[in-house]
């Protein structure tokens, strides 16, 4: 009998032991820099908090998002994940896919973000994930080609058409203003036809699109003239050269085409690969006369969000604020993932003289410009990319006319949204853009659906 | 003469052809050996200034591991694939060829059936029965189901080289005293031998390049096999080192190349072997 009692003594000091070490998971996705800033961040949170240990499980970006779906759907997701913005869409229709922040706020300093990056990753008034960085297409331009044509860069469409023409007289045939694939060329249609009608294009409730078959000819036309005037090189030229990104594409390397619209996160990676002796430089925002709203598709570059299910979600948190606010990993991360969010670690990277850099100038002058509109989550969704994407090929290889295209994108998107936004009653989908909007007020003000209430009983 | 220009212009188109076809193996040899900024610019295979930077720091890795890790992952992977793989496919190619079973047609018709599926459709369910196996981040899942001959096209290919024999030399072997195993490896074997090999080596080469199941399985980065590893640096916000992964991928096809040359003497011998005793 006394045997028993000492075992049993030595079996609760055991499991008491075992209650103090924790085991954390956590996953990304990036590139060599961003595996080492995560790992040595890593390294020093558990040097902070000895009883943590952290499991690092990290890809490349291919196919990131196929494992952490089976991961969700077998119920084997890490404690803490590095998710995209319209992730949130696929696994948190409800809000309760992924854990709410709100519930462990103690730990998690979410003052460090303000209200309208909380009301970003805000589901139904579950705070599911929060934004690492956030950023939006700016047009940037290659100085040194401009100078060459004896010109300044563009500061208004007026003088990125003018220079088009410039370009070609004084260059030659194969010099452009801008590079543009078909993915930069909706995005920059899409901010054309938003800086005339100041609402975002597509409209989650109505399940269509907020422009009218006028706004949508309008997008084809801007198409059509950017080739016209020699602004963007024609859909078989820039075939071409392969169907690669930027930073792999020739005339891009060696200064021929000028210019980009694209993600002040991710500009880095088109300089990195120039030939040496040019210089970009970011381009004032062009504006439409009369426009209210610059038509910034402003968006997370990328959140950390924590698995619902997770067994510690007070040491998540822990390693979700050590991340965000750190110093040791704001110094780290520097400006690898675009500007922070964090409050704490722009003042601090600030403090330090941080060399600025495009992405930093663009955010910058995001602020300044008149960017309240936003975006549906849906105009990124891959359907409506895609029926997009056949209509403007289609209008570039020349097998329909810009008046043609105009009305496609009118019928065609409008009834691939009608398919792909399920209607609210049945499964009440995040509307990110709008709470962003309206500043979070929206968000928990849609009924939850009783299905999804049910479940979130089982889990508690 | 006109035999020489015959022969030469022959082995001019060949050469050609050849050079045009091995140029992005080349390409890829050359630039591993290239800076990163060189690698977009020309055309050409030829560093202009020859570096090792590309692999001393790809074999680094950005990751805990070198890549000798990751070599070694694959080879735990393929090496206990293969070799399940060649013995499971011959028995049941064995049982197809040679024996009267009921419902044998069906049971074919199933197995090339599953040929036809497409392999995304098992990866929900196969993944669930894993967990509950707790066979997760393990090299299990990625090799276990190949014992069962799950590669229907394997168990075919082997059934129509076998159909192309007379099964005249079984029989004697039968009243010689074999039992069914014994002819299997003592008469089949040998004679199909060529076939074994392809199968080996198609089954080598395809667990190489196979990125979804290991993706799917492995969640440790200490697990992760070559085609995972090689991706790991590709970012969609980061400039990719392709100088590294060039590097690494040329270090990577060795293996391939190697098994290939070595296995095709082989696969040469085992035909001629068999169509003189045959």
Redesign the interface.
């Known amino acids: 009998m006394r045997y028993l009692f000492l075992l049993c003594c030595c079996l609760a000091t055991s499991a008491f032991a075992q209650q103090q070490d924790v085991q954390l998971?956590m996953?990304w996705?990036?590139?060599?820099?961003?595996?080492?800033a995560y790992?040595a961040s890593i390294r020093r949170f558990e040097e902070k908090y000895p009883h943590i240990k952290v499991?690092?499980?990290?890809?490349?970006?291919?196919?990131h998002l196929?494992?952490l779906t089976?991961?969700i759907?077998?119920?084997?997701a890490?404690d803490v994940m590095q998710v995209n913005w319209n992730w949130l869409v696929l696994f948190s229709a409800d809000g309760r896919g992924f854990y709410d922040l709100n519930r462990v706020g103690d730990v998690l300093d979410l003052t460090q973000f303000d209200a309208d990056a909380r009301a970003i990753g805000t589901v139904h008034g579950h705070l599911n994930a929060l934004p690492v960085t956030m950023t939006a297409r700016v047009f940037y331009f290659n100085a040194t080609t401009f100078a060459k044509a004896g010109l300044e860069v563009p500061t208004s469409w007026d003088e990125l058409f003018a220079a088009g023409k410039i370009f070609r007289e004084r260059l030659g045939p194969d010099y452009y203003p801008l590079a543009l694939n078909f993915l930069d060329l909706l995005a920059l249609c899409r901010s054309w036809v938003v800086q005339k009608t100041g609402e975002p294009l597509v409209n989650e409730s109505a399940r269509r699109l907020n422009a009218d078959p006028e706004d949508t000819a309008d997008m084809a036309a801007l198409y059509a003239r950017l080739v016209r005037e020699h602004v963007i090189a024609p859909a078989p030229e820039r075939a071409s050269y392969g169907n690669v990104p930027e930073?792999?594409l020739?005339p891009w390397?060696?200064g021929k085409y000028a210019g980009l619209y694209y993600?002040t996160?991710?500009v880095?990676?088109?300089v990195?690969?120039?030939?040496?002796g040019q210089r970009i430089v970011l381009a004032p925002y062009f504006m439409r006369p009369g426009a209210r709203d610059a038509g910034l598709n402003y968006r997370p570059?990328m959140m950390i969000a924590m698995n619902a299910k997770t067994e510690h979600p007070r040491e998540a948190a822990l390693l979700i604020d050590f991340i965000f606010n750190d110093p040791y990993a704001v110094q780290t991360f520097g400006l690898?993932?675009?500007l922070p969010v964090s409050k704490s670690a722009v003042a601090l990277l600030k403090a330090q003289g941080t060399p600025r850099t495009l992405g930093w100038e663009g955010n910058e002058q995001i602020e300044l410009l008149p960017h309240q509109t936003g975006e549906s989550g849906y105009f990124e969704h891959p359907r409506v990319r895609d029926a997009f994407f056949d209509i403007l090929e289609a209008q570039g290889f020349g097998q329909i006319d810009a008046a043609e295209s105009g009305r496609r994108m009118y019928t065609d998107i409008n009834r691939v949204l009608e398919r792909v936004i399920r209607k609210p009653v049945d499964n009440a989908i995040p509307a990110p853009a709008a709470s962003l909007r309206s500043g979070g007020k929206a968000a928990g003000a849609h009924a939850v659906p009783a299905q999804a209430a049910q479940r979130g009983m089982n889990d508690g | 003469m006109k035999g020489h220009l015959n022969t030469s212009l022959r082995y001019g188109v060949l050469i050609g052809v050849g050079f045009l076809m091995l140029y992005p193996l080349l390409w890829m040899a050359g630039g591993a050996f290239r800076p990163n900024h060189e690698i977009f610019n020309s055309i050409g295979f030829i560093p202009q200034h020859p570096t090792l930077e590309g692999f001393a720091k790809g074999w680094q890795t950005s990751t805990e591991y070198t890549f000798a890790r990751y070599l070694l992952n694959t080879f735990a992977i393929i090496v206990p694939k293969v070799i399940v793989t060649v013995v499971s496919s011959v028995l049941v190619a064995f049982g197809f060829a040679r024996f009267n079973v009921p419902g044998q047609r069906v049971l074919f018709g199933l197995l090339i059936a599953t040929i036809l599926l497409p392999k995304s459709v098992l990866l929900v369910p196969q993944y669930l029965m894993f967990r509950e196996f707790g066979w997760l981040d393990t090299f299990l899942p990625l090799y276990v189901p190949s014992a069962f001959a799950t590669e229907g096209f394997f168990v075919f290919m082997i059934i129509q080289f076998m159909r192309s024999f007379p099964a005249d030399m079984e029989e004697a072997a039968v009243m010689d005293g074999c039992n069914s195993l014994q002819v299997l490896w003592h008469v089949v074997v040998p004679v199909i031998l060529p076939a074994i090999i392809s199968v080996a080596l198609f089954q080598f080469m395809w667990s190489m390049n196979d990125f979804l199941s290991p993706l799917i399985y492995l969640s440790s980065v200490e697990k992760y096999p070559v085609a995972l590893a090689l991706k790991l640096s590709i970012d969609v916000t980061e400039a990719t080192s392709w100088n590294q992964i060039l590097a690494m991928s040329t270090i990577a096809l060795a293996p391939s190349l190697i098994l290939f040359f070595a296995a095709q003497k082989y696969f040469v011998e085992g035909i001629t072997v068999g169509s003189v005793k045959g």
Do not use: C, F, M
Not at chain 1, 272 to 276: F, H, I, N, R, S
């Open positions: 998971r996953s996705w990036g590139g060599n820099d961003v595996h080492r790992l499991k690092a499980e990290y890809t490349g970006w291919v196919g196929e494992r089976t991961q759907a077998g119920g084997t890490p930073q792999e020739r390397i060696t993600w996160s991710a880095g990676k088109l990195e690969t120039l030939e040496p570059g690898l993932r675009g």
